[in-house]
């Protein structure tokens, strides 16, 4: 009999974020009640305690809940580690303080109708102007050098097939996986499906790490993913 579930979820959070256990209970009750057989890897990075590192925790045996702890924080490194551990059909990482469970739910749905495509949200409306223009000039410099036709690169959900995770060798240790990830896909010609998200869930706690100085980051390493894995 297959046991493995249909899903394999990766919530990071940086740090002790105080939502965890709400975002834990909210996520298993709707994937329950919607009948989904799941598996939820909560990483928190970035953890000061030099005890912690890599300590593995089993919080449930069914469905399968797992907290990881990390020393150093990074959002790729996060996500990385999540998937690292993940056995579902498909494989899904998103922004905890941000993804509405019913949207995630919805997202699985058209997972499930083409089992070769990658699935990612798409931001109708931002939380602010400023990050909005930030967001166009970054998806266009990455329509341009990196050629990856789609907006939002860094929107999640994201869900994977995790018949692809191997092709797809994910790297990045920081923000720049979702522009990694999208290049790999349309550089190996794997469908990527946009879902868009108008109704963008209040940040549950904590403040975004997003600022400028990341910001400058990420624009200078899609240069480094042009290098890196372009042909």
């Not at 790297?171 to 790999?184: P, T, V």
Request: proline fraction near 4%; hydrophobic fraction near 40%.
């Amino acid at each position: 009999m297959n046991t493995e579930p249909l899903i394999s979820i990766t919530l990071p959070f940086h740090c002790k974020e105080t939502s965890v256990t709400e975002v834990v209970a909210e996520y298993k009750k709707k994937l329950i009640e919607k009948g989904i057989t799941f598996e939820l890897h909560i990483v928190i990075n970035g953890c000061t305690d030099q005890n912690e590192e890599r300590i593995v925790r089993v919080l449930e045996e069914s469905p399968r809940i797992v907290e990881y702890r990390l020393r150093e924080s990074g959002w790729g490194r996060g996500v990385l580690c999540g998937l690292r551990e993940a056995r579902g059909t498909f494989v899904c990482y998103t922004n905890t303080a941000r993804t509405k469970i019913d949207d995630l739910l919805k997202f699985i749905d058209y997972a499930t109708i083409d089992p070769r495509a990658v699935v990612k949200a798409t931001r109708v409306v931002r939380e602010s102007a400023l990050r909005k223009w930030v967001s166009i000039f970054y998806n266009l410099e990455n329509r341009i050098i990196l050629k990856t036709p789609i907006w939002d690169i860094n929107a999640t959900p994201k869900i994977i097939p995790y018949d692809l995770l191997a092709r797809l060798n994910l790297q990045s240790l920081d923000d720049l996986i979702d522009a990694e990830l999208m290049f790999k896909c349309f550089n190996f010609g794997i469908p990527v499906v946009e879902v868009p998200v108008v109704n963008v869930l209040k940040r549950r706690s904590g403040r975004s790490t997003t600022n400028i100085l990341s910001a400058f980051k990420m624009w200078l390493g899609v240069f480094k993913i042009r290098w890196l894995y372009g042909k």
